[in-house]
């Protein structure tokens, strides 16, 4: 699974990057989204898989408060970007003649550069509170499994749910590995 989200995700970044189709506020923000489900699942999954191969739990306290730090960074990004390309979605829909004022590349880069410094400044602010907090409590088996689903299923499903559906990405797609009829 872990491949197959690295996979779809390096693809839709390829895709919008390769095409210049799509280089829409739209896709920006999808690629973004697909760079930040990277990280998001390159956080804990690589440890979590040598864990599995070595039978050895252990881990650091200074790598566990970076792992944690980077997990919410992107977690937060992530819901930072889903939230701006709704709002790219309502502008679109709701004001489809003033979309390319109100979404020029300016804003857009804009809108992305805010959400990661929103989410730096917020976690730099709360890593204090994480250091100073107890120490961790005891996890379960459903706790495991529902943070597997979390941290894999959602980052592999989102170059799907978001790209996979779209005539414009499967163009771009098909260009890419060479799929003639496009």
């Known amino acids: 699974m872990y491949l197959i989200t690295m996979f779809g995700n390096l693809l839709i970044i390829l895709a919008v990057s390769s095409d210049s189709h799509l280089h829409t506020p739209m896709y920006f923000f999808l690629a973004n989204l697909s760079f ?22 252990v881990i650091t306290y200074a790598g566990c408060i970076t792992q944690m730090y980077f997990f919410l960074l992107f ?4 819901n930072f970007l889903l939230s701006v390309m709704a709002y790219d979605r309502f502008v679109a829909i709701c004001h489809p003649l003033h979309y390319t004022i109100i979404m020029k590349p300016i804003f857009c880069g804009l809108l992305v550069l805010v959400s990661w410094m929103v989410i730096v400044s917020l976690f730099y602010c709360t890593v204090l509170g994480v250091y100073l907090g107890s120490a961790a ?3 379960s088996r459903s706790s495991a499994t529902a943070s597997v689903m979390y941290t894999v299923v959602t980052p592999m499903l989102n170059p799907f749910i978001y790209s996979l559906r779209n005539k414009d990405i499967k163009r771009a797609l098909k260009r890419i590995v060479g799929v003639p009829g496009t």
């Open 36 to 57: 930040v489900d990277i990280c998001f699942t390159s956080t804990s999954v690589p440890k979590m898989l040598v864990n599995i191969q070595t039978q050895n739990k």
């Open 75 to 78: 977690a937060g990004l992530d």
């Open 137 to 139: 409590t005891q996890s």
